[in-house]
């Protein structure tokens, strides 16, 4: 069996939740899209280049897509591709963006074994089966899917879900056991008065909301996935399109397995990989790296 790897970066989300600052103020925007001062030290990437990202501005008038939003001096997308270049199993990156897209270019400019394609779909499943079907693949080589919004993932949490699937020879994702106590309540979290929305973590709109508690979840075996999640080059993409040939929406590559009756592995990930999903990611996330 093939122990190939190459790891395709799903990059052409807009990143719609993580805009909600531009109505709170400036808050972290002005934080995060700063160029580092001339000379400082990227911690991944060596010296950062005075000036080399400055097209990477922000601008509620034409807003970034949150994967080229700077964190210390460097696009989320380039430090997403440099912590899967850290395993050197992982023989290419290959990161799917929008058509079109003006940024990837110069956000990826320099790595080593990574390309960029403009094959994004409306989807993050479509811009990943669009990404296999780019690339030219046997059946059983492995695809580890990885997020360009999770820049954090540490290289001690990628190289166990490699080994993982490797000395199984078959799929996982890295996930996280769920430590708090879970409730289910009678309003969508996601509903427009009950997400944060404030850029220093306050929820100005919490008063408003109209969500009460329906039940307490047992949470002993629940996990919260993550990426990377590694499965065969062949098996995942006809999942993929066994899903969307069935109307199916699958948020993560182990849902479409998960829905022909696989049980793909859970190795547990970092909470330092953390998803950058709203305003106040950003600030976090620059602790982090
Ligand atoms: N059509 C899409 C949608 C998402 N993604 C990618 O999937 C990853 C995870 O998605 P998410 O964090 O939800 O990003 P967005 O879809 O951009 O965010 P939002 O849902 O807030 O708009 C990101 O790297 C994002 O760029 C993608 O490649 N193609
Ligand atoms: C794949 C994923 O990162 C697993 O947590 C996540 O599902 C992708 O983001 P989305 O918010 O579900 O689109």
């Known amino acids: 069996m093939s122990e190939k790897i190459i790891a395709i970066v799903p990059a052409a989300g807009i990143g719609a939740r993580a805009r909600a600052e531009h109505a709170a103020g400036p808050g972290l925007a002005g ?52 912590a899967l270049l850290a ?22 400019a320099g790595l080593a074994r990574t390309v960029w394609r403009g094959c994004g779909g409306p989807s993050r499943a479509a811009t990943v089966m669009a990404a296999l079907q780019d690339v030219a693949l046997a059946p059983d080589d492995w695809v580890l899917v990885h997020d360009a919004a999770r820049p954090g993932l540490p290289a001690r949490a990628l190289a166990s879900l490699i080994d993982n699937c490797l ?41 408003a909301s109209t969500a ?39 948020t993560d590559e182990a849902s479409a397995l998960e829905r022909l009756g696989k049980r793909p592995g859970l190795v547990p990930g970092s909470a330092r990989n953390f998803k950058v999903t709203w305003p106040e990611d950003f600030e976090l996330m620059e602790k982090w790296l």
């Open 87 to 108: 395993d050197p199993r992982i023989s290419q990156v290959r990161v799917a963006v929008a058509a079109h897209d003006p940024w990837a270019e110069t956000a990826l």
């Open 212 to 250: 009460v508690v329906e039940a307490t979840v047992p949470r002993e075996t629940l996990w919260l996935a993550q990426t990377p999640q590694m499965f065969r080059a062949g098996q995942l993409l006809d999942a993929l399109l066994a899903a969307q040939a069935a109307g199916a929406v699958v």
């Open 167 to 207: 000395a199984r020879g078959s799929g996982a994702l890295l996930a996280l056991p769920v430590g708090d106590t879970v409730k289910r309540g009678t309003v969508s979290g996601y509903a427009a008065d009950c997400v944060l929305t404030g850029a220093d973590g306050a929820a100005p709109a919490a008063a």
């Open 31 to 82: 934080k995060t899209s700063q160029a580092p001062s001339p000379g400082q030290d990227t911690p991944m990437g060596g010296m950062s280049q005075p000036g080399r990202f400055q097209g990477f501005r922000d601008d509620p008038a034409a807003p970034l897509p949150k994967q080229y939003r700077l964190l210390k001096g460097e696009p989320m997308l380039r430090w997403a591709a440099k």
